[in-house]
């Protein structure tokens, strides 16, 4: 990997400030219930959670439009919620963490999505979901796409945030990407294994090492020199400029078009406490650095230290640029 000076990486942290950027896809709402498990239920043999925190926050593209807030950037979501009390909630969330909602359109024929964890102490003791995965409303997608084109008069990038929920239609993701090329703006996916395929000519795909290979159509394969011939060949098959797969502990592998070798980002976190929207976290960097004038590589590094930091905290987290900036070497 060429030299990359921490002058330059503080340099595109800092240009991250009022960034305009645009989340399209697939918003749901995540409830969170904790509590202590001292006995087992008379009535069945379950623990008892006695409650002593509950509270909501953004999942899927919302948490990416928090994580793009959370450091600087002005982003407008594009999604749909239902006409429920759940809409109002992630709304209102949204709303208090610096996100534009005009782009959020109605489906009174679903529900908002959401997540609802059990949990006691760190430990998920159950999780119920209530969503619709049918595609969205003629009406409600039509809106979503008129505040997409408003949005994209201003936006220096566009993440589309893949949940499967119906969002993203065949014909949605095409006009999307033809409008971001248009542009000349860079546009990265975090794919949904279903729609993986559809993904042609993008800036960067972010997939993590299972995604990747299952996208792929793929059985998993253990080494570096595996994950080499996976990497180049999503690139090839998804004709994109960069495809950026996330490794974990072995940290990320980016692949770009017209190079012959891929570049290796070691991982940077001393302790991994949650890995809860890590992907959203790295996606968002990544992007809003490619927004800011950052060459693909520079990209990279910054997400990486971004993710080591956001797997160091509880639940679904968000990180600023002086976060970053104070882990740079």
Request: proline residues 4%; contains cysteine.
């Amino acid at each position: 990997m060429q030299t990359i000076t921490t002058k330059r990486l503080k340099e595109i942290l800092r240009a991250f400030k009022g960034k305009e950027m645009i989340v399209v896809g697939d918003v749901m709402l995540d409830h969170f219930i904790k509590g202590n498990v001292s006995r087992i239920s008379p009535e069945a043999p379950v623990p008892v959670v006695a409650v002593n925190n509950e509270f909501f926050v953004a999942g899927g593209a919302g948490n990416v439009a928090v994580n793009l807030a959370a450091l600087g950037a002005k982003p407008t979501l594009v999604s749909v919620v239902g006409q429920d009390a759940g809409g109002e909630l992630l709304k209102s969330f949204l709303r208090k963490k610096n996100v534009d909602i005009c782009g959020v359109a109605e489906d009174s024929d679903r529900p908002t999505t959401q997540k609802v964890r059990v949990m006691a102490e760190q430990q998920q003791i159950v999780r119920f979901d209530r969503e619709s995965k049918t595609p969205v409303a003629h009406g409600a997608a039509a809106s979503c796409m008129q505040s997409f084109e408003n949005a994209m008069k201003r936006a220096k990038g566009v993440v589309l945030s893949d949940y499967g929920k119906g969002m993203l239609s065949d014909k949605n993701i095409k006009t999307l990407i033809d409008a971001c090329r248009k542009r000349k703006i860079p546009v990265c996916v975090d794919p949904k294994i279903d729609n993986f395929k559809k993904y042609k000519n993008i800036t960067c795909m972010t997939p993590n090492t299972k995604e990747a290979w299952e996208g792929a159509g793929l059985s998993p394969k253990e080494g570096d020199e595996a994950i080499e011939k996976l990497g180049w060949k999503i690139l090839k098959m998804l004709n994109a400029d960069s495809i950026l797969i996330t490794r974990s502990a072995d940290g990320m592998s980016l692949f770009e078009k017209g190079k012959k070798v891929s570049s290796t980002v070691k991982a940077t976190a001393r302790e991994v406490f949650d890995v809860t929207g890590a992907g959203d976290t790295v996606i968002s960097v990544f992007t809003l650095a490619l927004a800011c004038g950052a060459k693909l590589q520079e990209a990279a590094v910054l997400a990486n230290y971004a993710a080591g930091i956001v797997v160091g905290k509880s639940g679904t987290a968000t990180v600023t640029p002086e976060e970053i900036e104070k882990v740079l070497p």
